[in-house]
């Protein structure tokens, strides 16, 4: 007689309020996030452009944006208070 091989779980067997509460901890710390050097940017770009609009707004915008493309985020980060947060719409149910 020949023996079918068995199939190996790929996730080990516990009880489903574990594997609700490591899903609920993934979800959670995926809407933590930390600003980037765009985040940096567009409140330099809020602060400095305020008060102008339509192609005073563009250029002003393409000013600022040339203006730390080439500066390292370390140093924006150590010159400039962090942006305020967005939140990330798939968070907003929390």
């Given at each position: 007689?020949?023996?079918?091989?068995?199939?190996?779980?790929?996730?080990?067997?516990?009880?489903?309020?574990?594997?609700?509460?490591?899903?609920?901890?993934?979800?959670?710390?995926?809407?933590?996030?930390?600003?980037?050097?765009?985040?940096?940017?567009?409140?330099?770009?809020?602060?400095?452009?305020?008060?102008?609009?339509?192609?005073?707004?563009?250029?002003?915008r393409?000013?600022?944006?040339?203006?730390?493309?080439?500066?390292?985020?370390?140093?924006?980060?150590?010159?400039?208070?962090?942006?305020?947060?967005?939140?990330?719409?798939?968070?907003?149910?929390?």
């Open positions: 007689m020949e023996s079918k091989p068995q199939a190996v779980p790929l996730l080990p067997r516990c009880p489903i309020r574990v594997w609700t509460t490591i899903l609920a901890i993934l979800v959670l710390s995926s809407c933590e996030r930390t600003p980037s050097k765009s985040d940096y940017v567009s409140a330099r770009v809020t602060e400095m452009c305020q008060g102008r609009s339509g192609e005073a707004l563009q250029s002003c393409i000013a600022v944006i040339k203006q730390f493309s080439d500066m390292p985020f370390e140093e924006m980060k150590r010159r400039y208070p962090p942006p305020p947060p967005r939140p990330r719409p798939s968070c907003e149910i929390f």
